[in-house]
C-alpha cells in the first residue's frame, strides 16, 4: 500500500477499527536543491527532484534485496476527536522477516495490541489482550499478502510500504512533488531528508548515507484532513536477526478464541 493509501485508511478508522492497527503509512525531470538550512523555494515546489526520486529507487531497491531483517519502528500517531481536538499516542512495531514468506509484526500503542503472522500460506491476526484470533488465506508472498490482507479483508498492517518500495506497487507514479532538504542525523546515523507530495497526503523521509540506504524515519502528514493529523516512525535495523522455524508460526494461547474475518465488502466496507 502506497503512503497515500496508507494515510486515506488511517483517516476511515480514526478512533474505530477492532482488528486493524493503527497504520500508516509513500518525480522524473530535474531540479534545484535547496541551500542547506533553508526552506525549498516556491519555484522549485512543483518538480519532482531527480535526486530525491533516486534515492526512493536506491532505497526499495536495497530493501528487496535483503533476505532476512528485524526492524523496530517507534511510532507517534496523531487522531482527531469529532470535536476537532487533536490527540497523540505512542507505540512500537516489531518486525521480523524472512523473503520471500516469513513475516511476524507485533503492534503495541498505547491503546491496543495487535499480533500479524504470514507463514506463507495464511496470514493471523491475534489480539493478546482481548484474547481472540482470526485466520485468512493469503497468497505465496509478503507483499502480496499484505495487500489481499488490507484490500480484502480491511486488515492493515502499520509500515506495509516497507515491503511496496523497490516494486511495481510502490507507488512511484503517484508522487506530485519530490525535494531534497539536505543530511541530517537520526539517532545518531547520518542520513539524507527528503519530502514528498502525493494527492492528499505530505510525506518526508531520512535514508542512511552509504552503502545501506536503509529508511531511518518516516513523517506522514493527512493533507485531505483540516486538522492535518500526522503519523510518524524512527526505525530501528537488525539485518541480521534470529530466526527459527517457529518465528513464523501461530499457536493459539490457552484460553484464545478464535473468530471468523469477514472479507471487507461481505462486512459492508468499501
Given at each position: ?220 502528514t493527512t493533507t485531505a484532513e483540516p486538522s492535518q493529523p500526522q503519523y510518524a516512525a524512527v526505525l530501528t535495523w537488525n539485518l541480521a536477526p534470529k530466526i527459527d522455524k517457529t518465528s513464523f508460526t501461530f499457536a493459539p494461547p490457552k484460553g484464545a478464541g478464535r473468530i471468523n ?10
Amino acid at each position: 500500500m502506497t503512503p497515500v493509501e496508507q494515510s486515506n485508511k488511517t483517516a476511515r478508522k480514526r478512533l474505530g477499527a477492532a482488528l486493524a492497527a493503527a497504520c500508516v503509512v509513500a518525480a522524473i525531470a530535474t531540479g534545484t536543491s535547496p541551500a542547506l538550512g533553508q526552506q525549498p523555494a516556491a519555484a522549485t515546489a512543483a518538480q519532482r527532484e531527480a535526486k530525491a526520486m533516486d534515492a526512493l529507487a536506491a532505497m526499495g531497491k536495497y530493501l528487496r534485496s535483503l533476505k532476512a531483517f528485524a526492524v523496530r519502528a517507534d511510532t507517534v500517531t496523531d487522531e482527531v476527536l469529532t470535536n476537532g481536538q487533536k490527540l497523540q499516542f505512542a507505540g512500537t512495531v516489531d518486525y521480523l522477516v524472512q523473503a520471500p514468506n516469513g513475516l511476524r509484526a507485533d503492534v503495541r500503542s498505547d491503546r491496543r495490541q495487535r499480533v500479524f503472522i504470514y507463514d506463507g500460506k495464511s496470514v493471523t491476526l491475534y489480539a493478546p489482550r482481548m484474547q481472540y484470533y482470526g485466520t485468512v488465506p493469503a497468497p505465496a508472498t509478503i507483499a502480496e499478502a499484505l495487500q489481499v490482507a488490507e484490500q480484502k479483508y480491511d486488515l492493515a498492517v502499520p509500515l506495509s510500504d516497507l515491503f511496496l518500495w523497490g516494486t511495481d506497487k510502490g507507488g512511484l507514479e503517484d508522487i506530485r512533488e519530490a525535494a531534497f532538504i539536505g543530511p541530517a542525523k537520526i539517532a545518531g546515523k547520518a542520513c539524507d531528508h527528503y519530502a514528498f507530495r502525493q494527492d492528499d497526503v505530505d510525506w518526508q523521509l531520512w535514508i542512511q548515507q552509504g552503502r545501506q540506504p536503509l529508511p531511518c524515519k518516516i513523517v506522514i502528514t493527512t493533507t485531505a484532513e483540516p486538522s492535518q493529523p500526522q503519523y510518524a516512525a524512527v526505525l530501528t535495523w537488525n539485518l541480521a536477526p534470529k530466526i527459527d522455524k517457529t518465528s513464523f508460526t501461530f499457536a493459539p494461547p490457552k484460553g484464545a478464541g478464535r473468530i471468523n474475518i469477514a472479507p471487507a465488502v461481505a462486512a459492508g466496507k468499501n
